[in-house]
């Protein structure tokens, strides 16, 4: 069965800092691996999406996430926080063929000024 | 484009009254989700379809029941509302095409609460 871990429930970094937001997964099959960010009252968005090309992945507004299959990972980063950065962050993994998504519980992004 | 629309946004029921969130897609979608979310439990899947008149139970269905008589609508109808009803609800489609576009759009969703 699918899971994921999100191995921090709040993260708070000072604007211009690197970002980390660390992610886990366990997939009885190849998958599938989706960042999403949701802004405060709003729906969630795709951020990036690994789906076995290239292992380290770039995204919208600066993140980029690397899949490591050894470490079961795929962690979050982007090198200078922004203030409008701050907000929920879920990793996703599918589950089966695509039919179902499993969430992570979310880690919440502050960025202090 | 409206993408995926859901109403209305907010929505407080009293214990055992019944509603149905509204979910319309214009992309001509086949996929559609009705996810719930709680503070810390990331989303948890209520109900999917893969088309049109094709319904599926997801990961928490008791209380609550979908139909999907045409590729736009998804309805999501709760009957005999409780408070552990009380969440977030969010809709979502995506394309059909599995392992290239699993894309998932999502509405703006419904703060329900159940008093």
């Known amino acids: 069965a699918q899971s994921v871990t999100q191995l921090d429930s709040h993260v708070s970094v000072s604007e211009g800092t690197p970002v980390l937001l660390r992610c886990n997964y366990s997939s009885s099959y190849s998958p599938s691996l989706f960042w999403y960010v949701q802004h405060p009252n709003k729906g969630l968005q795709l951020l990036l999406k690994?789906?076995?090309?290239?292992?380290l992945v770039k995204g919208i507004n600066g993140f980029e996430a690397e899949f490591k299959k050894s470490e079961t990972s795929f962690h979050l980063t982007k090198p200078s926080a922004h203030m409008s950065d701050a907000a929920e962050y879920f990793c996703?993994?599918?589950?089966?063929?695509?039919?179902?998504?499993?969430f992570g519980p979310g880690t919440r992004l502050s960025v202090l000024p | 484009n409206a993408g995926v629309t859901q109403t209305p946004k907010f929505r407080i029921l009293k214990i055992g009254q019944s509603m149905t969130l509204q979910c319309t897609q214009d992309m001509n979608h086949n996929y559609m989700y009705w996810y719930r979310q709680d503070p810390g439990m990331g989303l948890k899947l209520i109900y999917y379809s893969v088309g049109a008149g094709i319904t599926d139970k997801g990961e928490v269905p008791n209380g609550y029941n979908v139909s999907r008589s045409t590729t736009e609508d998804f309805p999501l109808r709760l009957e005999l509302a409780a408070p552990s009803q009380t969440s977030v609800y969010f809709c979502a489609s995506r394309w059909d095409t599995v392992g290239l576009n699993e894309k998932l759009f999502f509405g703006s969703g419904t703060q329900l609460s159940v008093l």
């Open positions: 690994y789906t076995s090309a290239a292992t």
């Open positions: 996703v993994v599918t589950k089966g063929y695509g039919q179902n998504f499993v």
